[in-house]
């Protein structure tokens, strides 16, 4: 299976890496590096997460409160979103009705 994160998805990692940095020199590289063994995963575990709204898999992360939200499609995995948990569902039901494909 083949991985591949778009744009929306990297600009939300960018933002979870800010924010961690901002809390403790590293933390942010840190977390790049969690969320991305997680999202290698997929690889060999796409599509055995739940669905959501009906349309996209959640994979939550091991070491941060974070979801990715991907898709299947072929032999791809599309990670369109990688959200904080901590947000409230109803903004991450909106923000994920918006990347309806």
């Known amino acids: 299976m083949k991985i591949r994160i778009l744009p929306a998805a990297e600009q939300d990692l960018i933002g979870g890496f800010h924010f961690y940095e901002a809390q403790e020199k590293g933390l942010g590289h840190y977390f790049l590096d969690s969320v991305f063994a997680d999202i290698d995963s997929l690889q060999l575990y796409a599509g055995i997460h739940p669905i959501h709204f009906d349309l996209f898999h959640r994979l939550l992360t091991k070491r941060f409160p974070f979801a990715v939200y991907y898709q299947l499609e072929g032999d791809q995995a599309l990670v369109l979103a990688v ?19």
């Open 83 to 101: 959200l904080d948990c901590r947000r409230r569902p109803a903004w991450i039901r909106e923000h994920m009705k918006k990347m309806e494909r």
